[in-house]
């Protein structure tokens, strides 16, 4: 079973910045891929960003783009979301997932990924 364990959470001021960081205690086989989502209260949870393993080919929401980066590391098997020009609306719990096989119709849903992270809080105070 594949443990993920982010950190990196806060709290920050509005255009501050973070990096959350995600680390997976194995990558299987497969295309391996790993993203960022995130709930806010009262909201669904949300796509932020997601990596394909082999490649590095990086994928944004439109929310995000441009103010998040998302990167990976290989010999740690970690995952990481730079996150600047922070604003009050990206206050939400951020989880890390990943998944076996990537795939590109779907990388954006929470039904690609096979494996969670317990997820970090990130406020964004105004």
């Known amino acids: 079973q594949v443990q993920l364990v982010e950190s990196g959470g806060g709290l920050v001021q509005a255009e501050g910045s973070l990096r959350l960081s995600c680390a997976a205690s194995?990558?299987?086989?497969?295309?391996?891929?790993m993203a960022w989502f995130r709930q806010a209260p009262g909201k669904e949870r949300e796509f932020v960003a997601a990596?394909?393993?082999?490649?590095?080919?990086?994928f944004y929401a439109d929310s995000v783009k441009g103010r998040f980066t998302i990167s990976r590391d290989n010999a740690k098997n970690t995952v990481y979301l730079q996150m600047s020009s922070l604003k009050p609306e990206d206050t939400a719990v951020y989880y890390c997932?990943?998944?076996?096989?990537?795939?590109?119709?779907?990388?954006?849903?929470?039904?690609?990924?096979?494996?969670w992270g317990q997820g970090t809080q990130v406020t964004v105070s105004s």
């Open positions: 997932a990943a998944g076996v096989t990537f795939s590109r119709t779907s990388y954006y849903t929470g039904e690609a990924y096979d494996y």
């Open positions: 194995e990558r299987t086989s497969g295309t391996w891929a």
């Open positions: 990596i394909r393993w082999s490649g590095g080919v990086t």
